[in-house]
Every structure is written in structure tokens, then in C-alpha cells.
């Protein structure tokens, strides 16, 4: 995990994690509280448990909900837009970019290089916006 350092003053925006953001590339890119935080791309086994919970709430998802997996951007704020491993929304809710809403569950598996963030920063983040779960 690393922080992206910039000259810019202030807090970064959503306008400065797209123009930083490569367009290729395994690693994740996240902007929190106006910082940009880069994230290696997922190993094996966490692959693995992404692909197990998104078949499981696919197939037992209630009418107009859908299931989407990073990368896929939530933009919680014009200074945080995260993440998660994969989440649960309204299909209304969604743009063809983004989620510009609180997702209904956010789920985040853990891994050694992004627990703390996953388990504090970001869970914090996302109970803030109304995530449920």
C-alpha cells in the first residue's frame, strides 16, 4: 500500500484520482479524505473469496438489486471515492462511471497489506455515508 504524494495544496478531489489513475494496470486506486491511497492488485486466495460471495449473492439477490466488484468506483464525497471488493446497490442507483450513493452492503476481504485500512478507514467511511452493511 502506498500514498500518493502530489504538489497539489490541499485535499485532492475526484477530478485529480482520474487524472492520476492509470488506465491499465492491477493495482487500486482510491481517494480517501482527499488522499489518493494505491493498493497492489488481489492475490489468488483473495480473488477467490471475491468470485465465491459475488456467485452466492448473485444467485440469491432480491428483483432490482445488483452485485458489482471492484474496481468500481463509490463516490461517497468530492473527496472519497473507494472501493470495495465487491458490493450490493440498487440498479437505479448506478451510472454507467460509478455509484454516486451509498452502496446497501459493502464487503471488503481482508488481506494483509490493506486490513487496517479496509477494517478502519474505510469501514468508518462507509458507515458515515449509511451503508447498512
Known amino acids: 500500500m ?3 504524494s502530489t504538489s497539489h495544496a490541499g485535499p485532492l478531489t475526484r477530478a485529480d484520482l482520474d487524472a492520476l489513475r492509470p488506465l491499465e494496470g492491477s493495482e487500486r486506486y482510491e481517494l480517501l479524505d482527499g488522499s489518493i491511497i494505491v493498493t497492489p492488485g488481489p492475490g489468488r486466495w483473495h480473488q477467490a473469496a471475491v468470485v465465491e460471495l459475488t456467485v452466492l449473492l448473485r444467485t440469491h439477490r432480491p428483483e432490482g438489486l445488483v452485485v458489482k466488484t471492484a474496481p468500481f468506483d463509490v463516490a461517497l464525497s ?26 446497501l452492503l459493502a464487503v471488503e476481504v481482508l488481506s494483509p497489506s490493506t486490513r487496517r485500512i479496509d477494517l478502519l478507514l474505510k469501514r468508518d467511511r462507509f458507515a458515515a455515508a449509511g451503508v447498512a452493511s
Open 2 to 4: 502506498s500514498v500518493v
Open 78 to 103: 468530492e473527496d472519497t471515492v473507494l472501493q470495495p471488493d465487491l458490493l450490493v446497490t440498487r440498479a437505479k442507483d448506478l451510472t454507467d462511471k460509478e455509484l454516486p450513493t451509498a452502496p
